[in-house]
């Protein structure tokens, strides 16, 4: 029995463990944040300082650019590769099926940790167009799933005390997990209600309020950490000092001084701008998703998983590829004299203080109007969005406007041409669709987010132009940032998280009623086409995801419709209660079920439900020989009729408790923690064997350890509410039973998929139509 | 069979309608926002007038204070004794248990809409210590709950068009009540957000994403609709140049010059002192809800609310004391030299040429250093924050300090003298506790929030004088926003939502890390003593609301040790599925179940659970006459052995569909839609008696009818599961049956709380010691 300090630890350790979870992630990402900085800094700087060291030199810079991309890519893509392929990509696809319920191997590894975020800082350094969010999602599963079970396997360590296994099961491991991911996405974007809801959007199928709280917590002390830490890092003075609060990834530029009730605005007549905004989004999320799968499928067949090399070989030549053509785009680009204007001329005054030097001045080092190949007094029109990284790019589109006085009307569109926009954005929006499901770690947020932004400051551009300048100033801020969500709307196919995420990071607090108006709309645009990236993802890999029910007209009418005895599987394998060791063994072995039903009564129509076993309970009791008994009354070929007495002449290590809760308890004990290692089944029968358990006369009796209420819904339950059960209660599978409880049927999640439906209606038809001919 | 097109039609208004309930809230919100406005200025210039014409009279300005605050209050009071006894307090309990499950009369009527609407109006206008936030979360609901019903009882008006009952049924309502609730609340304090998560952490216990976008759908528009009006309203020249996005209810005085980025900060050093305040805040809502409950057991007994008369006198009372003790103070408020200071200047400046005229500049009729009684360069401290409505007075203390250069150290604490803060924060929470639960709607948010501010600002004065005010200067806007959210929190102990809505109305966004920690401390020491304010008023009532399980260690402890075996009904009342008309009619008269499960086979031991059927359903039977038949052959005292077919010579209306999809759907169409009028049995029994069907002959037929897969449960399940079961699936009750399903019992929401637990524990332990002795 579990005793009240029990609970109340396990009480205690739901709130501290969510804060040990945020403190980490906020650490980790410091770390990954200077690495970034680190690597992205020695590129440009390496490639800039020949360019300004002879102006007509293009080999050289060019080589720099290049094989630096590709030196870091080789690391990036080699640990993908070589190390851990999981580590590939966002890692959300597969953070979003293990949250719902579906086992993934070697996912929340401690390897899988460090290959992705290693990866990702050589990823962002090679140039590749990528952004640190998605991992950071995945980074963070991995943190919140080994603080919970207080132990990683590939570390060697493992707290071994007496409640060391309070959150090894299942559930609450599920739930540390989202946790985890909540504070990935908070100190990736320094957004703390943005991280939690995106858990509870995208993650959770279990949502409670109770989960919810604690990810909130999590992702507050993994900002506040990550904070104060760049803080102390920053701060040459005293840290206690530090006025914290104002960081913001994305958000306006010298942050202390911007003026957040004048730097957006909008008027109701803008509305159905918005709307095409909206609009442009979904569309350009829905292509990007359709030349993605197309890619996609060409890669699984050419370049699969399993060949490491071909992999390894094609994320190099994509970075190669990407710092070619960007850089070439730098080189032929015009020049354009540096604006004119007060506001920019002291920011330069600043940044020529930082950089220290006349020499730098004269370079024409504007940290914002790079010279590159220009002559004096101009600046790289393509350069200037081009050869930065991708995220200094975001940020530049959507706040560098704020640095001009704007009284006079007009002054943003000095800023960026509506050519350099428009090759921005073609440029980045194709690299981004090859480059999505390489074999790297690349997150999708950051570059949807800069061509949107490049899409929406776009036709602010030209509704500006329309109304004409004179008349009354549009804010390109707002465009940019509404153009930002859009097309991270069209990609994901999120709503609440990204309005909230992109709201956080750029602190655009005034838009979020048009930033929810164009998501939603570039939503609906998307959903007409095809399915959000991730699920797209998920369903090439063909994962069993229960999406939540009542989202789609279509699903719902299905769901209603049909009963769930038309979708069970009929073919189950069940056990009675006791069975001879060496059939068991033969079972497990031949049967990949993950848990079986256990009935009485040996013919088909008779078998009433006694409960169930999983796999892997069955495998402990067979490694700690427990429930091992001689039955030595029915020898050979008798039926499963045992005297269910323990017999004194086996060798049972342990004695079963009598009472029902001490049996649960010691099932509780027995149950492993998610993504236990399987047993070696061959080693355990040669075990078995040698202590002579294998014998005819050896039998195992399962029902002290059986779950003993399993589900049992009767055939003619609708799908919805199989569905809302196995959503809301995390099921792993449901017993079908008539109202006599006699078995007639499992199901298991991936029959509730929508494929499996149809494929199930269509069976039904076609039995009826061979009835009636 | 419902069609594709009636599921298009349903999804195409789950997104639509909710954009049309936050459109009419926010017209409502506009709507009522300018009668406050308009009763709270006539009452205080009247006031005012008289004193500034007569600096020495006190009679009459005392006069028309007290006058026009009891005359106020008689309409409120009047609107909620007379009218609508549920038009009382917030409305925030009610609807929180009303979406918990529980069914409450008249909760939804549009007759409290306009009571509780109009009544919060003179409420404030009074002067009473309530806001008008908790009256809109109630308002909302109303309208959600109207607009998915398309229908009003009240108002005789109901769509009856083939579709216009899809949303009529208990799940469907649920939800539009709840998205109803979200627009209120987001309306009420401009925050489309924190309105959104308020639903979502108070009112839903079946959370799904689907209806948190639906919820956010309409905060949205609802905040735009008022934003709009109100900037239409506002804006003498064109509205098409008016900029939207930045009204925040308590958020910064002249908000396009706010600069947000300067306006808050927070040191590392003080999260010690952050603590504290949310320990204070803990406290103080600690305090006020015992205190609450004590007034209020007193006023059960005293003042019921069935004595209309001796309520409504209360409350008049109640105003005009509060009216006396708030002039009291101001009259022997200290005077003080206005503040010399550029800023505030300034600002007298603006404000003096708005109010125009050179009388107004000699009275020292500035609004936020009001002069009263003092001599001229002087003003009234205590009537600075006392002799305003308490929103005002709110955001003074928040904000105020803002309207001063605080580059010279210090200038805060200039505006509120500490012993005005301090006599704001006793005189306030002391009529706070009295007022909350009086006969008039009264909302709890803004009194909460501004006795929290005046704590929190004076233990920032407290310690920027211990730290000196030359060596650093701490942000007294921090302190009192953290004060604030802690107090709130210490009252409600809603965590995420209250944070998420303190940041929104204040524009608080630097601060969120900080409002998290402080709410979070004073939930964790408010829970120490006793529950929040709304649940603690649910459970006086008596309503059986079930709460999230997990959220107290001891309350899982239980849950998963019990079987609901131990919690279940014994004595429950079966219906076979064929019954005489005249015993069906004399069950429902003799028992209110709402529910009967229906078995057959008559000995107990032996009743295999066929169905269960809802009391209206059986009403609406009766009244259609539907199922009768004529079971002649066993006339008089046989049993239920009917032959099951339909005789000819009954006058049946309907002829029942035979196929169980018909069936189902003749069922939801008889399923009237939640809190319909019970029918009047004894009407019915007289005209069933009239023709003839209440002969002994005369059996009704419920097969067809019953709801066929009702959840059944195994006696030794735990009730953890039960009570997941219940909230997520939205149960009204649950069967209990052995494996063989034999019924044993029934399990009502009433069963799960955690009384009925206790007690049915004790019960256990009574038996057995019984048996042993």
Redesign the interface.
């Known amino acids: ?2 005793s ?1 300090k029990e ?2 630890l ?2 205690a350790l739901c709130w501290l463990l969510p804060i040990v979870i945020g403190v980490l992630m906020g650490i980790t990402a410091f770390v990954v944040d200077i690495g970034i900085e680190w690597v992205v800094t020695f590129r440009y700087e390496r490639t800039k300082d020949k360019i300004y060291a002879n102006s007509s030199s293009i080999a050289l810079p060019l080589f720099i650019f290049v094989s630096t991309s590709a030196a870091f890519t080789c690391v990036a893509g080699g640990l993908v590769a070589f190390v851990e392929p999981l580590a590939a990509g966002s890692g959300i696809p597969e953070v979003k099926t293990y949250l719902n319920g579906v086992r993934m191997k070697n996912l929340l590894h401690i390897k899988t940790l460090v290959a992705k975020l290693c990866g990702i800082m050589f990823s962002i350094g090679a140039g590749l167009i990528a952004g640190k969010e998605g991992p950071f999602v995945h980074g963070g599963a991995i943190v919140g799933s080994g603080v919970s079970a207080m132990a990683s396997k590939a570390l060697g360590w493992r707290i071994n005390g007496k409640y060391a296994n309070l959150f090894r099961n299942d559930v609450d491991h599920r739930e540390f997990t989202a946790i985890g991911t909540a504070a990935g996405v908070a100190t990736a974007f320094g957004a ?2 943005g991280g ?1 809801l995106f858990t ?2 995208e993650g959770c199928s279990f ?4 989960v ?2 604690r990810c ?2 999590a992702t ?1 002390s993994g ?2 950490t990550l904070h ?1 830490l760049v ?1 102390a890092r920053h701060t040459t003075f005293d ?8 960081h913001r990834d994305f958000g ?1 530029y010298s ?8 730097a ?6 803008e509305f159905p701008v918005f709307v095409i905004v909206g609009i442009l989004g979904g569309l350009m999320g829905a292509l990007f998703i359709h030349l993605n799968v197309k890619i996609t499928m060409w890669r699984r067949k050419h370049i699969p998983v399993d060949k490491r090399n071909r992999r390894f070989y094609e994320v190099v030549a994509i970075a190669v590829l990407t710092s070619i053509i960007l850089f070439s785009f730098a080189k032929a680009s015009p020049c354009r004299t540096l604006p004119e204007n007060a506001a920019i001329e002291e920011k330069f005054n600043e940044e020529e203080a930082e950089l220290s030097g006349e020499d730098t001045v004269k370079e024409g080092r504007h940290m914002y109007f790079p010279r590159l190949w220009c002559e004096e007094g101009k600046y790289s029109v393509y350069g200037q969005l081009l050869m930065v990284p991708l995220s200094e790019a975001l940020r530049m589109i959507v706040h560098l406007g704020e640095t001009v006085d704007c009284t006079t009307t007009g002054c943003q569109s000095e800023i960026f041409p509506s050519a350099s926009l428009f090759v921005f954005l073609v440029v980045i929006y194709l690299l981004m669709t090859l480059t999505y499901g390489v074999s790297a770690p690349t997150g999708l947020f950051v570059p949807s987010l800069a061509v949107g932004a490049a899409m929406g400051h776009l036709v602010g551009q030209i509704l500006q132009n329309s109304v004409g300048a004179d008349k ?1 100033t549009i804010n390109m801020h707002t465009y940019s940032i509404l153009g930002a969500a859009a097309s991270l709307g069209g990609a994901t196919r999120m ?2 998280s990204i ?2 995420l992109v709201m ?1 990071t750029t ?1 655009a ?6 930033i ?2 164009v998501i ?1 709309i570039s939503k609906i645009v998307g959903d007409f086409f095809n399915e959000g990236i991730y699920d797209t993802h998920i369903h090439i890999r063909g994962a069993p995801l229960l999406e ?1 029910s ?5 699903h ?2 299905i769901t ?2 049909v009963s769930i005895g038309d979708v069970a599987k009929k073919e189950l394998v069940v056990l009675p209660s006791k069975i001879q060791v060496r059939s068991l063994v033969e079972i497990l072995k031949n049967c990949s079920h993950n848990s079986f039903p256990i009935v009485n009564g040996a013919e088909k129509s008779k078998m ?3 409960g169930s076993i999983s796999r892997v309970v069955l495998y402990k009791m067979l490694e700690h020989r427990l429930g091992l008994y001689n039955n030595a009354s029915t020898a050979e070929g008798g039926e499963e009729e045992a005297s269910g007495v323990m017999s004194e002449d086996l060798d049972t290590k342990y004695v079963l408790p009598k009472d ?2 001490r049996r649960r308890n010691l099932q509780n004990k027995l149950e492993p923690r998610i993504d236990g290692e399987p047993l070696h089944l061959d080693l355990l029968e040669f075990e078995l064997n040698q202590e002579n358990f294998l014998e005819s006369h050896v039998y195992v009796d399962m029902t002290p350890f059986m779950q ?2 399993p589900f049992v ?2 055939p ?2 609708s799908l919805s ?1 199989a569905y ?2 196995f959503r ?2 995390g099921l792993r599978y449901l017993l079908v039973g008539h ?3 006699v078995v007639s049927g499992i199901i298991t999640r991936k029959d509730l998929t929508e494929e499996h439906i149809k494929i199930s209606i269509g069976k039904k038809v076609r039995r009826r139509m061979k009835s009636k001919a």
């Open positions: 029995v579990k009240k609970y109340n396990r009480e703390p209600i939690a509870i959007e949502y409670s309020t109770f919810f709280w909130f917590i507050c900002v506040l104060a803080e840290v206690s000092e530090a006025k914290l609060g104002n306006l942050d202390g001084d911007a003026n957040y009730g004048e957006f605005w909008y008027y109701v007549w009354i709503t609440l309005a909230v956080e602190g607090m005034q838009l979020i009623v048009p929810m108006l939603f939540e009542g989202l789609s007209s279509s719902r009418m209603e419709k009433v439900i006694e029902q809760r003993q209420n819904l009767s003619d339950t509410r809302h059960l809301t209660m109202a006599q409880p």
